[in-house]
């Protein structure tokens, strides 16, 4: 089982839609968990970042853990064209805090205007 | 300045070439990192360095091998690549002690090897 799964779509939704994004991850240690944003022919950019469980919101953005069942998602509310990128969860798969992550596979999202 | 920057944004080099790729921050990170992606696919690590001494190595073949001058700068050395190496070699940095997870990434070197 790999540590951590992501379907990765292609999603395509229409603007002003809520999105839903969502992981799984196969390991209980887990403690660190975070969203990446990546464009076309750029290097991802860190989103959002939750510690443990439970939810973390950023403008538009909701990060949300459930330890329980080993699920994290990200919502993207009032979705934008300027949303439509390629989006990489990732966890720390030692649980302690090294410097190595684990991604996702990738969901890449469409928003049309 | 957030920013970590890579260069050169493109290259293309045959089988024998030796051929170097650089990435440069200047937030005062103490780790940075090597990371190697095919299309569609996520990022993979191959180096990290922390205070500038290489401290995770993921089994990467010897044709790559990582340099990292001082604490601003990051080098990959190419050498004798193979076709399949052909992909975006992403650099990013992040602070020593922790905040591991927040990682800047620079925009990559797009790398085809003929």
């Known amino acids: 089982q790999k540590e951590v799964e992501q379907d990765p779509g292609p999603l395509s939704v229409p603007e002003g839609a809520i999105v839903s994004l969502n992981c799984t991850y196969s390991n209980s240690a887990f403690q660190y968990f975070m969203w990446y944003r990546q464009y076309s022919r750029k290097g991802p950019e860190l989103l959002m970042y939750?510690?443990?469980?439970g939810n973390k919101e950023d403008g538009r953005f909701t990060a949300q853990v459930d330890k329980s069942s080993k699920y994290i998602s990200l919502f993207i509310r009032d979705s934008q064209p300027s949303d439509s990128a390629t989006y990489l969860c990732?966890?720390?798969?030692?649980?302690?805090?090294?410097?190595?992550?684990?991604f996702g596979k990738g969901t890449k999202l469409s928003v049309i205007p | 300045d957030t920013e970590v920057t890579q260069t050169p944004k493109h290259l293309v080099m045959g089988m024998t070439n030796k051929k170097s790729l650089k990435c440069e921050q200047h937030m005062g990170h103490r780790a940075m990192y090597w990371y190697k992606q095919k299309a569609k696919k996520p990022p993979e690590l191959m180096f990290v360095?922390?205070?500038?001494?290489?401290?995770i190595n993921e089994s990467v073949p010897s044709r790559f091998s990582p340099e990292c001058p001082n604490s601003s700068l990051l080098n990959l050395h190419l050498h004798a690549l193979q076709p399949e190496d052909s992909a975006l070699y992403l650099c990013?940095?992040?602070?020593?002690?922790?905040?591991?997870?927040?990682?800047?990434f620079g925009p990559g070197t797009r790398l085809t090897v003929t």
């Open positions: 360095y922390s205070y500038e001494k290489l401290s």
């Open positions: 990013a940095s992040s602070q020593g002690n922790m905040g591991h997870y927040e990682q800047y």
């Open positions: 939750t510690y443990s469980s």
């Open positions: 990732a966890i720390d798969p030692s649980g302690a805090g090294s410097y190595q992550l684990t």
